[in-house]
């Protein structure tokens, strides 16, 4: 008894080709949620009028980073996306602004002068929570 077996050429285009689709995809997938994440952290710092009336009430229950210059907010940014294997892609979102720790995360000071103590102000973290929300919200409702 004999079997012949034919299309295995054109099975293994078929899977190259599925493969290559997987893999951009994968790669857009990346880039849009990095996109999405520096968006929605840009979107938590408070400007205009709001951000003038943390500097006449000082309290400890503002919860929001307020933008002065814009400096750290202008210097959130993504930095594409890299392919870690097949299918697997991988990016960085934050600030460029060395400073950009210390807002998001607060800061006790080291016990020598000058002693600087900061509450945090967290922007990423709920960016990350506002980009995943979204995406939720777009994947159910589209």
Known sequence: MAEIV?????????????????????????????ERIKR????????????SITSKWHSDAWPL???RTGNLMNSIYSDGARKIGTGKWESQTGPHIV???RIEL???GS???????TRPFPYMQPGIENSIHSLTFYL???
Do not use: C, N, Q
Request: charged share 30%; no cysteine.
């Open 111 to 117: 016990g020598r002068w000058p002693y600087y103590t």
């Open 106 to 108: 607060g800061f006790h």
């Open 40 to 51: 929605e952290a840009k979107k938590i710092f408070i400007t205009g009028s709001d951000a």
């Open 65 to 67: 980073p307020t933008r």
């Open 99 to 101: 400073y950009g720790r």
């Open 6 to 34: 034919t299309g295995i050429a054109e099975f293994d285009l078929a899977i190259k080709a599925m493969e290559a689709r997987v893999d951009e995809a994968a790669r857009k997938f990346v880039l849009e949620g990095a």
């Open 140 to 142: 159910t409702h589209s």
